[in-house]
Nanobody, 122 residues
Framework: QVQLVESGGGFVQAGSSLRLSCVAS????????MGWYRQTPGKARELVAS?????????TYADSVKGRFTISRDNEKNTVYLQMNSLKPEDTAVYLC??????????????YGQGTQVTVSS
């Protein structure tokens, strides 16, 4: 089991910056990748950025955030960050942290946090 707790959301004006944090706890060694998704009412959950924790993966970003958002991690703090710069009103959403974990038998599991609201005014 993996537990995720996000923080850092808020209400900001367009052009501002925010940094989201996601602290993981539980079976940390089982985590293979972490990422940030966002969701708005009536729309499908959208991948914002993902970061491999184990070797062999690549960091990916949604086209809409490339050059503005940066995902990073602090292994000592079991924390993944999403630095969001030059925010736009269309970035308004609930941002959720996701961890992909596996068990010794090849099973793969997705875990999500409760989400943090980001609202960007024009």
């Amino acid at each position: 089991q993996v537990q995720l707790v996000e923080s850092g959301g808020g209400f900001v004006q367009a052009g501002s910056s925010l940094r989201l944090s996601c602290v993981a706890s539980g079976n940390i060694p089982s985590i293979n990748a972490m990422g940030w998704y966002r969701q708005t009412p009536g729309k499908a959950r959208e991948l914002v950025a993902s970061l491999p924790i184990t070797n062999g993966g690549v960091t990916t970003y949604a086209d809409s955030v490339k050059g503005r958002f940066t995902i990073s991690r602090d292994n000592e703090k079991n924390t993944v960050y999403l630095q969001m710069n030059s925010l736009k009103p269309e970035d308004t959403a609930v941002y959720l942290c996701k961890a992909v974990a596996s068990d010794p038998w090849g099973g793969e599991y997705d875990y999500y946090g409760q989400g943090t609201q980001v609202t960007v005014s024009s």
